[in-house]
């Protein structure tokens, strides 16, 4: 059974004060008003990642990085390897943003090192993939995003691609106010899961996870969570806000 997730990305925001106030804050609000079943993931920074853990009841709330290094570790300044993030309590780390893919050129050699490394490392990776706003103007975004999964997650075998979460980000949806309508989203969501299902088989494609992520918010999270094949979100800008970030989680 794939599980609901509803990830917060922080991407590069707050000092490690305020991540830790909104960490516990998110931590209170889900205890006080519940979560049903969606499982709760806080992207914070590396440098918040082992307060963030220790500040919340990591029964309720999940802990993920929004990187990792492309090695285990050695001769890499500045590096963050996942042992060393699976050491601070953290248990998912967010792999391919397209903020990363784009203004770090991570490639898909780079991305596929990553996925392996959090798999061995026992965490789960939300890998994310999605198009540019080109792209889906010129109608070519099944393809596009095929190729990205082509390149990477499909090389996995049946059982480590049965660990990882998918967060389909359309690029052009993402901090821009302009979310992909729930049609949109639910599309790209059942094409992502015929190709795992093809790639692989109908069971693995319906155990998946598949987000959506661009300008989610609580105006639009019921909308588009109502679709049966978007398993949860994955929240920029709304996660910072610890009310709005619980009212996506309780869209479902
Ligand atoms: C993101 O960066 O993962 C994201 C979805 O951002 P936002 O919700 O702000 O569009």
Redesign the pocket.
Known sequence: MRKKIVAG?W?CNTTLTEGVALAKQVDSLVAERGAKDVVVVLGAPFTHLASVAAAVDLNRIAVSSQNCAAEAKGAFTGEVSVSMIQSTGASHV?IG???RREYYHETSEILNKKVALTLAQGLTPIY?CGEALAIREAGTENEFVKTQLEETIFNLSPEDFGKLVI?Y?PIW????GRTASSQQAQDMLAFIRQLIATKYNQTIAADCSILY?????PSNAKELFSQPDIDG???????LKAEDFLAIINAY
């Not at 992520?213 to 918010?217: E, T």
């Open positions: 990305n991407k967010i943003h397209s903020e994310c967060a980000e949806a993402i901090g821009t992520g661009g300008s989610c918010s979100g994955l929240i920029g800008g709304a996660s």
